[in-house]
Each structure stands twice: as C-alpha cells, then as structure tokens.
C-alpha cells in the first residue's frame, strides 16, 4: 500500500489536485505525513488553520490511520503502527536489492564524464572528487531507471606533451617510468618547468615538439602514446582499489582530430569570428566572454575538443543528459560549452549540466611529497589503510585477513569522507574525522552492517510470518520510520546529484539502529518477539547495503 497514494486518493474528495502536495515531516510528533493548506488558502482566501480545522471535521478515516489531527496550518496523519511496519518491512522484503530503485529515468540516457585526469600531470585530489562522486552519481542514475554510460575523459593532449617530451628525453629513465609512471612524468614535469625558468630555449623545444605530435611524428608519437599508456595502468591500479569502472575511455586526444570537422560547422552556421588572427564565437548574448576556439598559430583548445565531444556523446549515444563531475574552477569553460552549442542551435544543450565539486584544503600539510605540493591518491589511500590496519591489530588481533580488511576499510573511508560533504562545498581534509569509527564515518556504517550480520548469524532464525503489532517500541519506531523514508531520500539525491544525502542518511539510519539495538533485545526467549525483531534487522542490513551500493562502498560481514 502506498499511504501517500492513499492520503491523496482522501484528499481528492475535498481539495482540488493541484493543491495536494503531502510531505513527510521530519519530526514523528507531527505523524507520518502532513498536509499544508498554505497553497489552498491563497485560492480560498481564508487563513490557513481554518481550512485545516474544515478539513479536519470533514475527513473520515479509513482503517490504515489511527489518528488525524489539524495541527495549526497543516493536517497531520498517523498510520496505525502495526500496519505502517508491515507495509514497510514487507516492501523491503519483497524488493531486496531493489528497494529505493525507481523507473524515472525509464528510456533515456545519462552520459557521465567523471574522473578525466591529465596524463603527465598527477591524479590529485579533484581527480578523486570527480572519480568517487561521479561514480556514486552514476549509480544513483541507473538505480532511478536511467541507462548510463560512464565516460573518462583523458586530458591527453595539450602543449604539455611538448614539455614532456623534451624533459623525457633529457632526463627521463623508461625504466622509472614502467615503475612508477605518474610519479615519474610529474617529475619531468617540475623539472622542465624549473629548467625553462633559466634558459627560454626550453619552451621554444617544447613548441617545436608538439608542433611535431601534431604533425603525427613518428618518435613524437611513440613518446605520446608511451606515456599515455604507462599512466593509464596506474591510473587503473586506483580505479581498482576505489572500486571504479568505466564504460569508455577516451580523451582529448580522440577529438582533436575531429576539431576540423568542428570548425566547418561554425563557418556554416556563421558564428565564427576572426579576431587578431585567432577564431572565436562571440557570446555576448549569453552575457559570457567570447570562446576562443582556434589560436593564432593555429592550435586548437580544451574547448574546441570538448564540443566535439559533446557532439559525439549526443549524436553517437542518444544521450539525454550530458553531465560533467568537475571541479567549480571550471564553471566558466562548461558554460560557454553550453552557450557555443547553442549558439550552433542546438536546443539540447540545455541537458549540459556541470555537476561542480569544490576544493580540498588540508588541515595538516604533511602528507605532501617531497615534490612540492601535490598530494597523491595513492598516497592518501596508503596512510588510510596503514592507519586502519594498527587499529585492526589494537582492536581485533585475531581477524583473519587482516590485509585485505583494512585495505577495504580504509578505501572507503577515503571515499565517505568526500561523499559526505556536500559536493558544491570546499572540504577540509582531516584524517581524525575520516577514520573515526564512532564519527559520520564510512568505517561506523561498515561497522554496524558488520554488527547486523553477526547478530543474524547468531540469531539462526529466519523470520516466517512475522507479528509486526509487536514493534511498539520508540527506537523501534524510528528505525521503521528511517528505512521507510528511503525510496524518497534516494530520489532527492538523484535530482540533484548530491551523493551526500545518502551518505547522510546512512549513518543516521546506522545510529538509529545502534539506539534500537542497545534498548531492545534482539534475540530473547520470546520466540515471537523475536522473530519480527530479526525481521526488522534484516531489513535494515538491506537499506544500509543498498546506500553502501549506491555509494560505491564496499560491504563487508566481518571487520
Ligand atoms: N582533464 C580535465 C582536468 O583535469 C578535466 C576534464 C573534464 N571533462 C571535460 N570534458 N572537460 O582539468
């Protein structure tokens, strides 16, 4: 039964639709759902807590409420308890894995660029940002019914290929580079900047070498594409350990070939202007600074590739949605991305949509490598995972597979320590709040599915027809209550692409459980009791299980 239905079904008798809106107060002592007359007393011209009184007196109540009372502007509703919990946990028991999921984006697809780091410069942390909340995005997608397709989009071509190859053939060691291919071409890197500093020639070398790349050179291209594919293996070693895939990689690279193509449909259209020998679409219209789309010596820009690559994500996919997870910094670029296609009269470029992430800061600096400022991943996920694994042998010396435990663990509270911050917001980086297993933290929620399991493993019992009438406890409410609002925690999420408000979510749930589990006995003599307890458990192992998922977290039963 779905009560929201039903309650506007009851309604309907009354109020005119376009006035129904019921909400779920966040407090349990204004019911299980309300209903606002503020919008009904703008069109009757009475104020809003008579109409709640009228309502009230006019309202019969069918057999699933216990209650309806007309508190000031709004009518509350109580759903009789017993009913309320065998609706909820019985859902749940039916759908499973699929509890929360919905059909809204039935038919269409949603093409997500995520991740996209540059090749030759380090993965750093927006590049996780991008990765991790790209990713639980993609699943809140396809969780609500769309087909996505999850696209890395390599920075591989640019000027700092020039550099690089200059700098590789300097000083660069292929030996280096097989080990550590990052690490290395960020050396080369820093050092080539440090070099041209003191003698120009180095950037004339560096303009002649990616004249070359762009002219096909044979050695220019072998370099190119070494570099490429060393750094996408250890690319791939983070993907792994953060749990991520990708259903295309391509990059920069692929759509500077087809810039040209790019530049003929401008001329057609008639929006590309000369100016001072470089081309540009003027944007005033959109009250935007002009793109500059080909330089004066002739090269080619990030945004010049990205439209074609919009172009190709629309045409070749069919995609509905075109969304970007990139870092605020570039709100800019995407909005003239958005206003060149326009401009082009293409109307779907209203389905570009910028999913921006904010900046990392961090607390204490010392986790920065020798070579300047940068903060690897692979860094941060190593200190992670040995911070987890003293803990594992501090705490429970005789876990089995103590390695493969913490590496979990600490991954994924790397992962939950950016996705519980809302993404638009700057994030302090601070290892203390990100591996505090009592905190708003990836290992706390871990803990307590782990903590549910091994009382289902001890309880032995599987719950056959259930007496929910028995769930009268406060904490045994709540718990009901939570699990019960997380179909529509997950469409919010979804629709704003805000991962936090399931991370959010699970720990609340996680708390509300840890309060249920220390006030209520589990497993007793009261076989019955017992029973619908077990139940509740069960579900409630389901809804954390299908946030972790959701998340891109991984569960575990034993830690
Ligand atoms: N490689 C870029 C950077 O690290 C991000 C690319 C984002 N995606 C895009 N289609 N522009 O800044």
Redesign the pocket.
Known sequence: MDFKKELEKLLLKHVTPEHIHIEIPSNLQFGDYAFPCFSLAKELKKPPNQIAQELFSKIKNPSFLEEVKATGPYLNFFIKKDVFSKEVIGEILKKRSAYGSSLVGKGKTAVI?MS???IA?PFGI??LR?TVIGNSIAQLLSFSGYKVIKVN???DWGTQFGKLIVAYRRWGSEKELQKSPIKHLYDLYVRFHKEAEKDEAFEKEARGWFKKLEENDAEAMRLWSMFRECSLKDFEKIYKRLGVTFDVVSG?SKYNKEVDRVLLLMKDKGVLEESEEALIVNLDTYSLPAALIQKSDGTKL?LTR?IA?ALERKNKYKADLLL?E??SE?KL?FEQLRAVLKALGFSWAESIIHIHHGLYSFAEGKISTRKGNVIFVEDILDKAVALVHALIKEKNPGLAKKEKVAEIVGTSAVIFHDLINDRAKDIVFDWKKMLDFEGETGPYVQYAYVRICSILKKAKIRPKSPDYGLLKENQEQELIKKISLFPSVVSDAARQYKPHIIAKYVVDVAQSFSRFYENCQCISNDRKLTEARIALVIVTKQVIGNSLWLLGIKILEEM
Request: net charge negative; proline share 5%; glycine share 16%.
């Open positions: 660029d996209s780091p540059n410069k927006g590049h991008s989009y390599l920075g920069e990030y990205d690559a970007y990139v870092g570039q670029h």
